[in-house]
Each structure stands twice: as structure tokens, then as C-alpha cells.
């Protein structure tokens, strides 16, 4: 795998990967069209924003962007394409939030 700088023509295939990654943690499609524009990113975003991408035989599988103000840096973006994920759902776990349930994963190393 090779990590390299997002350009804005990598646009479309970021936000694909980006939907595609929020859609697989089984979000309602009314979640997904309120969180439209924040998992949207444009050219512009790109251009202006610290980006890098996974990429696995020259396909961006991953990224993650970030945003600064001053000094402070923070993560604006991390997803990874569900086809690409190393981990399986085993099950789930309760949030530290009352009536939330996180997804328990599991990763076999081989």
C-alpha cells in the first residue's frame, strides 16, 4: 500500500469512499442526506486542506484529511473503502452513551 497527496481531481472518488464507508455502518438514508455535505469533498476542500490517500495497485482504497488552525491539526476525514477493511463485525457493544451500541470488530493476523 502507498499513502500519497489527494489532488482535487481525486474528488468524486474520495466522497465515493466516503459515503460508501459511512453507508456500511448501516446509517439510514436519512442520516446519509443530512450528512451530504460533510462527507463531501470538493476540489476545492482538497486544494485547501492537507489530504493523503491510500492507494493499493494505484486505486485510492483510503484517506484521511485534516484541518488546521494555527498550530492545532485536526482529523477531518478517515475512511476506508468497505471492500478494503481488515476487520469483520463479530458483534456489537454498548456505547459509553445510554442506548448507543458500537460495532465489535474482529481481525484475524495471519
Not at 466516503?18 to 476540489?43: F, I, N, Q
Request: aromatic share 6%.
Amino acid at each position: 500500500m502507498d499513502i500519497q497527496a489527494g489532488h482535487s481531481t481525486d474528488a468524486q472518488r474520495l466522497t465515493a469512499i466516503a459515503h460508501a464507508a459511512k453507508r456500511h455502518w448501516g446509517y439510514s438514508e436519512e442520516l446519509m442526506a443530512l450528512w451530504e455535505d460533510e462527507l463531501t469533498l470538493s476540489p476545492q476542500f482538497i486544494a485547501s486542506h492537507p489530504v493523503f490517500c491510500a492507494a493499493r495497485d494505484g486505486e485510492i482504497i483510503g484517506l484521511y484529511a485534516l484541518s488546521r488552525q494555527g498550530e492545532t491539526c485536526e482529523l477531518e476525514h478517515l475512511w476506508v473503502d468497505p471492500q478494503h477493511m481488515g476487520a469483520s463485525r463479530a458483534g456489537h457493544v454498548p456505547s459509553r452513551i445510554a442506548g448507543r451500541l458500537l460495532p465489535l470488530m474482529r481481525l484475524v493476523i495471519e
